[in-house]
């Protein structure tokens, strides 16, 4: 869906750190749980340019199924997200100043104008800034979501989810399934050994028990294995 982003692996390193830096200066602007999305979407950056694709394909296909974006809305949706998030902030408009990300995305798209030459130009952006706002718009998203469910969904979820071969598509049930368990779903954390012996055990019951259905036996054996 996103695959200007993989078109614009050419870009140097130079112009990347020029664009996490905008990225990084608009997310801590936002404030709240948006800072903290900022910083996925950074280190996605970091870890090269198909897997920013792919970290908002999942943001915007479980947004989607969440009615963050309408069904026939596409990409440009996100990059219209992430530019009036841009313009909210010049305006003095921060996410903290409302009860939740969900009332300040409403306030995005219905205070926060944008030209019709600015909505024109969307498809023709530069890569650039497609990038920008398109990461800016995943980071909102995100932070959307991750507020939508009763457990904490660790920053680093959505990189080692991505990262193991989970679809899009697969994300929602699967976060489902940890939210009617109870879990924490610290996939990362479960790769490298790195959890407390009860949760480590709560995920591996988890997903040998309930995920077969949602992700598929290969996705299960790389999570097993």
């Given amino acids: 869906m996103f695959g200007f982003i993989s078109a614009g692996i050419g870009l140097v390193s130079g112009a990347l750190s020029t664009v996490s830096s905008a990225i990084g200066t608009a997310c801590s602007a936002i404030g709240g749980a948006v800072i903290s999305a900022g910083r996925i979407m950074i280190d996605a950056i970091s870890r090269g340019l198909p897997l920013v694709e792919k970290i908002c394909d999942v943001a915007f296909t479980v947004g989607k199924v969440l009615g963050l974006f309408a069904p026939g809305q596409n990409e440009y949706d996100m990059y219209e997200l992430g530019m009036r998030a841009e313009r909210a902030v010049e305006k003095g408009v921060y996410s903290e ?47 959307c979501i991750r507020e939508q469910f009763k457990i904490d969904i660790p920053e680093t979820f959505w990189i080692a989810s991505t990262d193991i071969g989970i679809e899009p ?57």
């Fill in 97 to 143: 100043q409302f009860d939740s990300n969900q009332a300040y995305i409403d306030h995005l798209r219905d205070e926060v104008e944008l030209g019709k030459e600015e909505l024109d130009k969307l498809d023709k952006l530069s890569v650039e800034d497609k990038l920008k706002y398109a990461c800016i718009g995943s980071a909102v998203t995100i932070a």
């Fill in 169 to 225: 598509e697969q994300i929602k049930p699967m976060l489902d399934v940890f939210e009617q368990e109870q879990v924490k779903p610290d996939i990362d954390g479960f790769l490298n050994g790195e959890l407390p012996s009860d949760l480590q055990r709560k995920i591996y019951e988890l997903i040998d028990s309930r995920l077969g259905e949602v992700l598929g036996n290969e996705t299960i054996d790389k999570l097993l294995n």
